[in-house]
């Protein structure tokens, strides 16, 4: 039984499609039934505009008093897949604006007038296309090189319907393309991204953007690499031998944006270092008013367009020259009016000593004097007082007048003494007169100089 009313439903639209000339191609849910007396719809001349996004229609105006109103029938290029998309109840109506459609498609339209149940036979309207999507700009341009960003220009679109412009950006590890910009205007043709990596590959491209929300299909691919940064400086030294000093030397640069190197320091390999210097030229002499203190020291280069070269990983250390062993202090003893002492040169570096001696006479009653540029590992002193307790400690001074630290401490205590001629008296103090105002800590001083050293290259 119920393959019986299929066939007979079959056949019931086979006889419509028959009445209606061959024309009737919308397979309408209910039944359709015609009426060859209700006028059919007739387009004007200009009765069909194509656009993008919409399609618009004109047809004659109806005055049969027995025309209800108009239906509107679509398919999308299949002519036996239609369906109903519009009613329109007053005859007196002649346009109709299809806003779902999509551009570049093609569609097809049937429209009949009605009455009640009845339809008129159909106007078909078929292969009507949406104008395809606009094109975008028709020239595209990315400069190279450029430090961390990159420069898109192209030609302003021909349109005045353009709004603004869409800017995409792919990298080569992207699997989409962003949004990266919006340049509002359609005269508007230029647009810098920066923020970039470093030696990094970039591809963009442009969509224009109607008033109406159209958005065109992307431009041409275009393709840019950011500049490098300069390269690494290399042969970076430290002296270790130098007094109170450390000079450093590195290679010259051969790179064309060269502006400055940037030379850092810091007292522990992984500490924070601090830029000391800016400079054109290839050396530092870094003045340090210490003994045996160690720096690290890291170099850059940077270009005139403010890119720096890596240097994290290429550190050296330096030191200003150590001071000299101090020397052992063998034997002291005391012969009549003398108190003698003699001790070992313990560094080859020590070409002369220095020896402080303190003379205590009571709790708080201390003399200090010191005696420098003592060629022999041994010293005499003459000019000693009764019941009076000596402390003898001697220094190491090397050809940079560097000093050691104190050597071990003797004490001898002196007694009563036996009667000193004054011509040894006299001698005794003209030594001490010749040695009282020198300062044992004297060494040759360095000329400073400057930080930033602006006129060598």
């Known amino acids: 039984m119920r393959k019986f009313r299929q066939i007979i439903f079959l056949a019931v639209l086979a006889v419509l499609f028959s009445a209606c000339g061959g024309s009737l191609n919308v397979p309408i849910q209910e039944e359709i039934k015609v009426d060859n007396k209700l006028p059919k719809i007739v387009l004007t001349k200009k009765g069909l505009q194509e656009e993008m996004n919409e399609l618009a229609f004109e047809w004659k105006s109806i005055d049969n008093p027995d025309v209800e109103g108009i239906k509107i029938y679509k398919s999308s290029g299949d002519l036996n897949k239609s369906y109903l998309i519009k009613t329109i109840e007053n005859r007196y109506s002649t346009h109709y604006v299809d806003l779902d459609v999509e551009p570049d498609t093609k569609y097809s339209y049937v429209f009949r007038t009605y009455k009640g149940d009845l339809v008129s036979k159909p106007t078909t309207i078929r292969e009507v296309y949406t104008k395809p999507i606009l094109s975008s700009v028709s020239w595209i341009y990315a400069r190279n090189g450029l430090p961390r960003m990159a420069k898109i220009i192209w030609r302003p679109h021909r349109s005045d319907a353009?709004?603004?412009?869409?800017?995409?950006?792919?990298?080569?590890?992207?699997?989409e393309w962003e949004m990266v910009a919006k340049i509002k205007g359609r005269l508007s043709a230029e647009y810098i991204?920066?923020?970039?990596?470093?030696?990094?590959?970039?591809?963009?491209?442009?969509?224009?953007?109607t008033f109406e929300g159209i958005v065109s299909h992307p431009s041409e691919i275009v393709k840019i690499v950011t500049k490098p940064l300069p390269p690494i400086v290399t042969g970076l030294k430290a002296t270790t031998n130098l007094p109170k000093k450390i000079q450093l030397t590195w290679n010259k640069s051969n790179y064309k944006d060269f502006e400055r190197f940037y030379l850092y320091r810091s007292s522990s390999k992984d500490g924070s270092y601090k830029l000391i210097a800016k400079l054109y030229n290839n050396r530092y002499v870094d003045e340090i008013n210490e003994d045996g203190a160690k720096y690290f020291y890291k170099v850059s280069q940077k270009d005139n367009d403010g890119l720096e070269s890596r240097y994290e990983h290429y550190v050296v250390m330096g030191s200003t020259l150590p001071k000299p062993y101090s020397p052992t202090i063998s034997d002291v003893r005391q012969k009549n009016s003398t108190i003698v002492i003699k001790w070992f040169k313990v560094d080859p570096r020590s070409v002369s000593y220095i020896v402080k001696r303190e003379a205590k006479t009571g709790w708080f009653d201390v003399k200090v004097d010191k005696f420098k540029n003592i060629k022999i590992k041994e010293f005499k002193d003459t000019n000693i007082q009764p019941n009076t307790k000596y402390t003898y400690t001697v220094y190491a001074v090397d050809k940079n007048?560097?000093?050691?630290?104190?050597?071990?401490?003797?004490?001898?205590?002196?007694?009563?003494?036996?009667?000193?001629?004054?011509?040894?008296?006299?001698k005794t103090v003209q030594h001490q007169n010749r040695v009282k105002n020198e300062n044992y800590n004297e060494v040759e001083k360095v000329q400073p100089i400057e930080n930033i050293q602006l006129d060598e290259l």
């Open 162 to 175: 353009i709004e603004y412009y869409i800017v995409e950006r792919k990298t080569i590890d992207d699997d």
């Open 193 to 209: 991204d920066e923020d970039l990596k470093d030696k990094y590959t970039y591809k963009y491209r442009v969509r224009v953007v």
């Open 401 to 426: 007048g560097v000093v050691s630290e104190p050597s071990q401490s003797v004490t001898i205590e002196v007694g009563k003494l036996s009667n000193v001629s004054s011509k040894q008296k006299q």
